[in-house]
């Protein structure tokens, strides 16, 4: 089963400084970090903050090819967490067909706010995330957690890199 998405901010890991993306559950309480690099974490900010760029960045060009070919992104999934990387498609539709395309998750969601496209998780992900973490550094990955749920609107700024 899906579970509808919303990036929720874009963040540094405090322990590792590294960007983090935040999803969360539309419908619920469910919070997923996503660990990104700082180029894909760039590609999102930029969206996020609605800087144009004077030539297309490579998520700009990927709409622009999917506009010229008359294709349309219905929706970006998280579907799978496999040895701490995680996995998306992107489900294109073209000409009536359904074509679904493998996708980095940063890549999938820097598309997903470019084309106004709904994000979805995997519940097996969300499952398998909470257990991962609950097996690795108990005390870290419960404070990260506890800290990553309580956070409130100014803390979730803008993105610095």
């Known amino acids: 089963m899906e579970v509808e998405m919303k990036i929720r ?3 540094m ?16 309480d469910a919070v997923l ?11 999102i900010a930029l969206e996020i903050e609605k800087v144009t760029t004077p ?8 709409k622009n090819l999917l506009t010229g ?4 992104v219905r929706k970006v999934v998280v579907n799978e967490l496999r040895d701490d990387t995680f996995f998306a498609i992107i489900w294109v539709e073209r000409d009536g067909q359904i074509i679904s395309i493998d996708s980095r998750p940063s890549d999938a969601l820097a598309l997903a706010l470019r084309v106004d496209c709904p994000i979805f998780v995997e519940d097996e992900v969300l499952k398998t995330s909470r257990i991962a973490s609950a097996v690795s550094d ?5 404070e990260l957690r506890k800290w990553l749920e309580n956070l409130g609107d100014e803390d979730l700024g803008r993105y610095k890199m």
């Open 9 to 11: 901010g874009l963040m």
């Open 13 to 28: 890991d405090p322990v590792t400084n590294m960007p983090i993306v935040i999803l969360k559950d539309v419908g619920g």
């Open 33 to 43: 970090p996503i660990w990104v690099g700082i180029y894909e974490a760039n590609a």
């Open 55 to 62: 030539r297309p960045m490579t998520h700009d060009l990927l």
């Open 69 to 72: 070919l008359d294709a349309s």
């Open 138 to 142: 108990r005390v870290s990955q419960e």
